[in-house]
Each structure stands twice: as structure tokens, then as C-alpha cells.
């Protein structure tokens, strides 16, 4: 793209930075003094690297573990509960068929 015309000396146009724009519309120097590498740790900051490799803590996911096993209780009880509720559902429909209609017989489950 051809950026260089007789009106900017044939020089390639120069764009001022974000913060050399903002300075000058606020008035406010707003780059901040980088800190070395001998500062951060000074200060103590953390610089140590996260390793990939490590497996994590045999009793980290034992809370998960728990939750699980509790929650397979919980669903079992309300699978039973479930069961004995269809279970009277069809004893009841099945006493007020016989009672509307006597003349078919249905044998006994």
C-alpha cells in the first residue's frame, strides 16, 4: 500500500502510540516506570514457572470423591422411594378398574 506522497517529504506516515495520544489529551504522563526482573523479585513477586508434568495431590480430588458417593446414596433412596410410589399408583388403578367395571376379571399380578 503506498504510503509515501509529496505532502508528508515522502516519508512513511509516523502514528503516535496509545499512550503518547492519551498523554497529550489528558495531559498526564500515562507510561508507568516498568519494572526489572531484580525489582519484581525484590519485592517478591512470584517468578517461579507452573510445572505441566506434576500429577496433582493424591487427596486433592477426595472432596469430589465424597460428593459423588453421597450424591449415588441420595439418588438410590429416591429410586426406592420412586418405586413404592409407582408401585401403590398401580394398585390404585388397579382396585378402581375392578370397581368400575366387575365384569372383566384381571388376573392377579
Known amino acids: 500500500m503506498p504510503s509515501k506522497f509529496a505532502w508528508n517529504n515522502f516519508n512513511p506516515p509516523h502514528r503516535q502510540s496509545v499512550y503518547e495520544r492519551a498523554s497529550e489529551r489528558l495531559g498526564v504522563d500515562l507510561r508507568e516506570e516498568e519494572d ?3 525489582t519484581a523479585e525484590s519485592e517478591g513477586a ?20 465424597i460428593r459423588i458417593t453421597s450424591s449415588i446414596v441420595i439418588f438410590g433412596k429416591f429410586r426406592k422411594d420412586l418405586e413404592k410410589l409407582v408401585a401403590l399408583a398401580e394398585s390404585i388403578l388397579v382396585v378402581l378398574y375392578r370397581n368400575s367395571a366387575p365384569e372383566v376379571v384381571i388376573p392377579d399380578i
Open 46 to 65: 512470584a517468578c517461579a514457572d507452573h510445572d505441566y508434568a506434576t500429577p496433582p495431590t493424591p487427596g486433592s480430588d477426595n472432596s469430589d470423591a
Open 36 to 38: 526489572t526482573v531484580e
